[in-house]
């Protein structure tokens, strides 16, 4: 019998997920599309061949080619990335001439429905969360062989998520907890009778530390 309550000690990084495709060309020009990075695309002979990508930003790749797994295509799904503002991740691959759908969050307690499922439901409700809780927002598109992707807005981590320092993949990124944390800190600034706080910046690094770490953030 497993037993649950004891903690793993050995690292195990979950670093290369297999899709599966019918057409290897096809496969990588659209993942190459993207803007993800090209790390391998090796071949051996006529019965062989491996391509791998890396989202920005990512510690996992994805790997697909020819005999390489015996998944039916495009039967990969509810492939996730993390992203910190799903609008601008949304617009970006509009603009590199991706279909993705509109942003959408769950409604509440219902798991039957049209939709394909995801990890809060079935039933799609347009728009991202209304009070734009982290976690709570998504966006889906597929590639050419229907193996389906879904953008999450997640902005702070739940307790225990996170480990290391706190990192950032890309300078929208960075802006983005920027603005979360001046909102935040205009709202301290108010509380404290509105007076400037000249240590901003010392208050602006604990409330994005903190985000990232899923540790209650500093008032």
Do not use: C
Not at 170 to 179: K, M, P, V
Request: proline share 5%; net charge negative; charged share 25%.
């Amino acid at each position: 019998m497993t037993n649950a309550s004891k903690t793993a000690t050995t690292a195990m990084k979950l670093e290369v997920v297999v899709i599966p495709v019918s057409d290897v060309d096809r496969a990588k020009a659209f993942y190459g599309s993207l803007g993800w990075r090209l790390d391998a695309d090796f071949a051996d002979g006529k019965d062989y061949r491996v391509i791998q990508f890396t989202p920005p930003g990512s510690d996992a790749s994805v790997i697909f080619g020819k005999n390489v797994t015996a998944a039916s295509p495009g039967s990969a799904k509810g492939l996730y990335l993390v992203v910190s503002d799903i609008e601008a991740a949304r617009k970006e691959l509009q603009g590199r001439g991706v279909d993705v759908s509109e942003v959408f969050h769950a409604a509440d307690g219902v798991f039957t429905g049209k939709h394909e499922p995801f990890l809060l439901g079935r039933d799609r409700a347009s728009g991202p969360d209304p009070e734009r809780r982290t976690y709570q927002s998504y966006a889906s598109f597929s590639d050419p062989d229907g193996n389906g992707w879904l953008f999450q807005e997640v902005t702070a981590r739940a307790p225990g998520r996170v480990e290391g320092d706190t990192t950032f993949s890309s300078s929208a990124e960075i802006a983005s907890a920027l603005r979360r944390a001046a909102a935040a800190h205009g709202e301290h600034e108010k509380r404290n009778g509105g007076q400037h706080d000249v240590n901003w910046p010392d208050w602006y690094a604990e409330y994005i530390a903190k985000e990232q770490a899923g540790e209650p953030l500093p008032l």
